[in-house]
């Protein structure tokens, strides 16, 4: 069975804090995304890779970083959390070039910067 | 990428259809329509994709119309399991990396 899985369901940081979330998956997708998910702006995408060491801004990289040493783990760094990235981060992966194919989204993890 | 429009809600009886609308205009002729839905709690999981004609699949089935401005994700009989947030999204397919989700339509299931 397809898996995604997120270091942490809930998280909470302190203003300035680096924060690491994990995510690693199990099918051996080339493609890995990270997205936060706000109460009426939906899934923003926030950046993906589509191999190792390969890494895409999406449409909110501001305030973040991601890395990619191996196939199956996708991290993302808050490098100094601010309380305005507070929100709920979806990783997800995908297989294909084309990129036709599903995604598969792991449970969340509820960040908290106070 | 193109945009969707979805109502913001939606109510539908359990055991009957649901439609579910989704409009496209601006639509290009490489995008793939492609459904996801999220249960409350839960990443977003995929349920139908299709680019120009009708499909299928043990989830739902997906009406895309002759213009492909617009289509409807029919779940042909609603249970309380398919309460969720239900997005459509356009995907182009040479360039598809990046989804946009929007807000999408929240259904809810009445006993």
């Known amino acids: 069975d397809v898996k995604v899985t997120q270091s942490s369901r809930y998280l909470v940081k302190r203003t300035g804090e680096k924060v690491f979330l994990e995510c690693v998956q199990d099918m051996d997708h080339e493609n890995m995304f990270w997205y936060r998910q706000d109460p009426g702006l939906g899934l923003r995408l926030i950046y993906f890779?589509?191999?190792?060491?390969?890494?895409e801004k999406g449409d909110i990289p501001e305030g973040y970083s991601v890395s990619r040493e191996k196939k199956e783990r996708f991290s993302l760094i808050l490098e100094s959390a601010s309380t305005n990235q507070t929100s709920m981060y979806l990783c997800?992966?995908?297989?294909?070039?084309?990129?036709?194919?599903?995604?598969?989204f792991g449970p969340g993890t509820r960040l908290t910067v106070t | 990428d193109a945009k969707t429009t979805q109502p913001n809600s939606m109510e539908s009886n359990e055991e009957e259809p649901v439609h579910l609308p989704c409009n496209h205009s601006t639509i290009s002729g490489t995008d793939y329509i492609h459904w996801y839905r999220q249960l409350p709690s839960q990443g977003p999981e995929y349920v139908i994709h299709?680019?120009?004609s009708n499909v299928n699949n043990r989830m739902a089935s997906l009406a895309i119309a002759e213009d492909r401005k617009s289509s409807t994700l029919i779940l042909h009989r609603a249970t309380l399991r398919d309460a969720a947030v239900y997005y459509c999204i356009l995907r182009d397919a040479n360039t598809g990396n990046q989804f946009y989700f929007g807000t999408g339509t929240s259904l809810t299931v009445i006993p």
């Open positions: 890779s589509y191999d190792v060491k390969m890494k």
């Open positions: 299709g680019l120009t």
């Open positions: 997800a992966s995908s297989t294909g070039t084309l990129i036709l194919y599903e995604q598969y």
